[in-house]
């Protein structure tokens, strides 16, 4: 058997609940019950209208027009802040760049000239030759090697005007470097460009070991050109027995094609 205590609010509760209860079932609340509706009605018709006018100004400003001209907003103001970001990489690319030309420059004491790649065009048949934004006011002349940010040999200067200057590639057939290869035999030849793909070095006596992997630098021959700059890396030997010299394709060891700042040593 459940028992209720005396004192628990619980009690009194229950027992108005069911006083109330039987009272509107034997109808006796029923003239209370109107008035109550009578004095809540116009208050249902207030929160009825608010919530319809409220219903009605949402259905306003989301019209079909107010929603394309939102979206058309929103669309503009994506595209601005995606070329903010894309310009913002650019810049940290080209200081990263510069900071390691830098740190190249005066690590190894060259005299150097920055520049920036402006533009490419035809320098030989099949391949590309690079403009940039210094010439022979900046000290530049025709022979001066340009490397790349990492040291690299990338080409030389071919042609200068007072403002800018072109660079044949070392891909490029007219960009001859005269070379040594970094073996036993400290052996040497003559680079130049294959197609604007590759690099071939010439002149190789046949009495040389040379095996694909062996770096290739410049040999401090040529004018203007000092020694030691590396020029790529040895991918093929082409040796015939009844041949006097013996060729080698070089692998570039940076992407010619993704040049945008580079240095010209200067004497």
Wanted: glycine share 6%; proline share 4%; net charge negative.
């Amino acid at each position: 058997m459940i028992k209720i205590k005396r004192n628990n609010p619980v009690v009194p509760l229950l027992i108005i609940a069911a006083a109330l209860f039987f009272l509107h079932i034997a109808g006796i609340l029923r003239p209370v019950e109107n008035f109550l509706s009578y004095l809540i009605k116009p208050l249902a018709g207030i929160f009825y209208g608010a919530s319809a006018d409220i219903k009605a100004t949402y259905n306003a400003n989301n019209s079909p027009e107010d929603l394309n001209a939102q979206v058309e907003r929103l669309t503009k103001e994506v595209a601005v802040l995606t070329v903010a970001s894309s310009k913002s990489l650019e810049i940290e690319e080209e200081n990263r760049k510069l900071r390691a030309t830098f740190n190249l420059v005066t690590n190894n004491n060259l005299q150097a000239v920055v520049a920036n790649v402006i533009a490419k065009e035809a320098a030989a048949e099949d391949s590309l030759g690079l403009v940039i934004n210094r010439g022979a006011k900046d000290g530049l002349i025709p022979g001066l090697a340009v490397v790349s940010e990492e040291g690299l040999i990338v080409g030389k200067i071919l042609e200068v005007k007072n403002a800018t200057a072109k660079i044949c590639l070392t891909t490029n057939p007219n960009c001859q470097l005269a070379a040594a290869i970094q073996n036993s035999d400290k052996t040497q030849g003559i680079t130049d460009g294959d197609l604007g793909l590759t690099i071939k070095m010439s002149y190789i006596p046949q009495s040389e070991k040379i095996a694909p992997g062996d770096i290739v630098i410049t040999s401090g021959l040529g004018e203007y050109i000092t020694r030691g700059l590396v020029i790529g890396k040895i991918s093929q030997v082409y040796n015939e027995s009844n041949e006097v010299w013996q060729e080698a394709t070089i692998e570039p060891l940076v992407d010619l094609d993704n040049l945008t700042v580079v240095s010209i040593l200067t004497p």
